[in-house]
């Protein structure tokens, strides 16, 4: 890459560290990219759809949580999410719940069929990463033999 030269007065670190956040954005903009399509291509969610109901997932379906505490973890911003849970629950996918101690609080869940669907959308996403980040995850096993097989998408 040709630097301008104002940019010689970055030290070596200021530059590393550039070079390794542009490294890390461009990583994670062709991971989503792929997910964004094959997602969509076979499932008719977007990344940041499956990301959300697999969130909601992992909670207890006695432990259901508020908008608010879902977009903690969500690549989206609160407006975003409950514009996109509208959508979900319209695909009867998610629904939701008023909180009966505080009105304004709204709980989101899996319905069936959004369980239905994520499961189905997982192999996928999982595949899909396998193949974008063939590195090993920190703190995995040394042992070939307990990696997880990579499956095919079409499979």
Same mark, same amino acid.
Not at 44 to 58: I, K, N
Not at 86 to 91: D, I, V
């Given at each position: 890459?040709?630097?301008? =030269? ?5 030290? &070596?670190?200021?530059?590393? %560290? ?6 890390? /954005? @461009? ?34 379906? @006695?432990?259901? =949580?508020? #908008? ?6 969500? =690549? ?8 996109? /849970? ?28 959004? %369980?239905? +669907?994520?499961?189905?959308?997982? +192999? ?8 974008? %980040?063939?590195?090993? =995850?920190?703190?995995?096993? @040394?042992?070939?033999?307990?990696? &997880?097989?990579? #499956?095919?998408?079409?499979?």
């Amino acid at each position: 890459m040709c630097y301008d =030269p104002a940019m010689e007065t970055e030290s &070596p670190l200021e530059r590393a %560290l550039v070079e390794q956040w542009r490294e890390l /954005i @461009a990583r994670k903009t062709r991971v989503w990219n792929a997910l964004e399509t094959e997602l969509d291509k076979r499932h008719g969610l977007s990344a940041s759809e499956f990301e959300v109901m697999d969130q909601l997932a992992e909670y207890d379906t @006695a432990c259901l =949580p508020r #908008v608010q505490e879902l977009a903690l973890h969500c =690549p989206v911003t609160q407006s975003a999410l409950s514009r996109m /849970i509208g959508r979900l629950e319209g695909q009867n996918l998610v629904f939701r719940k008023l909180c009966d101690a505080d009105r304004r609080g709204v709980y989101v869940g899996l319905t069936d069929d959004g %369980l239905t +669907r994520l499961e189905e959308a997982r +192999r996928t996403h999982r595949s899909v990463l396998a193949a974008e %980040l063939p590195d090993k =995850p920190a703190g995995t096993e @040394a042992d070939p033999a307990a990696e &997880p097989r990579r #499956v095919p998408v079409d499979a």
